[in-house]
């Protein structure tokens, strides 16, 4: 049973959710407190395990915060959605991690169960044999040949134009040699998504507890945050992406950003132990649709030749996208010599082109923001058609 603290200060939030704590059999709503002086003292008395509170009350602050980490009471911030992004950062410098946007109160008990506990103790077999699936969302799965030709760019500019059409999105970092969503997106946290998700499939509680390995970073985007250091992979149990993939689809869609390794490794045994590019492998087998990115210039183009022979051994009959990156004049490709290149190597579903776009490219990164949220560009609009093409 957790219990749980509320600071409200009369926010229209308050009432929706104490209905939604109260009616859930595993949460107790011990108090409804004032302000935070009183939040504070209810703290200290040691009973309460989570304390839900308006991201704006007064008070609020970074002693506050730890105040309640000192008693055990881990925060959860109700975040006006219109004022999400400047809401996201205040939390994150006064130490909230988890936050909930007041127009998706629904999320808010999977938050309090969730809200960064630490990783539960292994557990033998999964316990949950299979809840009937939902309507669900879609799995896209962003792959590419090595070079980086944009497999991060392009996975995180969809899910934010995913999520700015209102589809409840999650990015999932499941790069094996090292993610970097976190970095692009400007999440400091420490904690990885992955490697939690990691734990909790190896338990069984994945299903239960998949808020806890999500990081919201918009009213309808989420990330799982990927490895911290490339030899992390080694804790990826198999299985992992596959359970992560299978539950996160029944909230949303999916926007799987992977390896560029296919490679089968030599001498790895399908039991618990983790094979390097089983992440990649696993993520292209369960995708609904695979989105396969290579740069326009002359080596790019042909490691995406050969990616596209690639990868249709590794699919599971999903639609293939190609998505040619970093598209310039420079080159002297036209888009229709382009496609009479790639076209020639499999049946695609869908040829698309993005602009070499540094300035959209660095705005975001520089300010650790997705591209929907730095503005309008060429390569934001580039990214909108794709996923236009891909949502119809
Ligand atoms: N359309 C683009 N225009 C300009 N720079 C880009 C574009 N796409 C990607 N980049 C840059 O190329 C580099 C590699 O991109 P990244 O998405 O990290 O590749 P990958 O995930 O495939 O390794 C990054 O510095 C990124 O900012
Ligand atoms: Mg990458």
Same mark, same amino acid.
């Given at each position: 049973?957790?219990? @749980? ?30 302000? @935070? ?8 008395? =040691? ?28 925060? @959860? ?58 309507? =669900? ?15 991060? &760019? ?37 904690? *990885?998504? #992955? ?30 945050? =990927? ?16 359970? #992560? ?14 390896? %560029? ?18 992440? &990649? ?29 690639? @990868? ?19 080159? =002297?490709? *036209? ?9 020639? %190597? &499999? ?5 698309? %082109? ?10 975001? #990164?520089? &300010? ?16 909108? *058609? ?7």
């Amino acid at each position: 049973m957790i219990v @749980v603290l509320v600071v409200a200060s009369g926010a229209a939030w308050e009432s929706p959710a104490l209905t939604l704590l109260g009616g859930h059999r595993d949460i107790v709503v011990l108090k409804r407190c004032v302000d @935070v002086d009183d939040l504070l003292a209810s703290a200290s008395a =040691g009973q309460a395990d989570v304390a839900v509170l308006g991201l704006d009350t007064p008070g609020l602050d970074v002693a506050a915060v730890d105040h309640l980490r000192r008693y055990d009471v881990r925060p @959860v911030a109700v975040v006006p959605a219109e004022a999400w992004e400047g809401g996201r950062v205040r939390a994150s410098r006064i130490g909230i991690a988890t936050l909930v946007p007041d127009d998706g109160l629904d999320t808010l008990p999977d938050a309090v169960l969730g809200a960064d506990e630490p990783a539960p103790p292994m557990l033998p077999e999964p316990a949950d044999a299979g809840a009937p699936p939902g309507p =669900g969302g879609r799995v896209l799965a962003v792959w590419g040949p090595a070079g980086a030709p944009g497999r991060t &760019t392009v996975a995180a500019g969809l899910a934010a134009e995913l999520a700015r059409r209102r589809r409840r999105t999650i990015l999932v970092d499941a790069d094996p040699y090292g993610g970097s969503v976190a970095q692009q997106l400007g999440i400091l946290d420490e904690v *990885s998504g #992955l490697l939690s998700a990691a734990r909790l499939a190896t338990s069984g509680l994945l299903a239960e507890r998949l808020a806890s390995v999500q990081r919201a970073v918009g009213p309808h985007l989420s990330v799982v945050t =990927g490895l911290p250091r490339a030899d992390r992979w080694v804790e990826v149990r198999a299985g992992t992406v596959e359970a #992560l993939l299978e539950v996160a689809r029944e909230r949303g869609d999916v926007v799987i950003d992977t390896g %560029f390794s296919l490679e089968d490794e030599p001498g790895q045994d399908y039991g618990t132990r983790p094979g390097r590019n089983q992440l &990649t492998r696993g993520a292209l087998e369960a995708a609904d649709e695979v989105l396969v990115v290579g740069t326009a210039d002359p080596v790019g183009l042909s490691r995406l030749a050969r990616a596209l022979v690639e @990868v249709r051994e590794h699919t599971g009959g999903a639609a293939v996208r190609v998505v040619v990156n970093r598209m310039r004049p420079s080159l =002297g490709w *036209s888009e229709k010599d382009i496609a009479g290149m790639v076209g020639g %190597f &499999t049946r695609l579903s869908g040829l698309h %082109f993005l602009p070499d776009d540094r300035s959209a490219v660095d705005r975001a #990164l520089v &300010t650790g923001r997705t591209l929907v949220e730095s503005g309008d560009s060429p390569l934001l609009r580039a990214v909108s *058609s794709l996923a236009d093409a891909i949502v119809v």
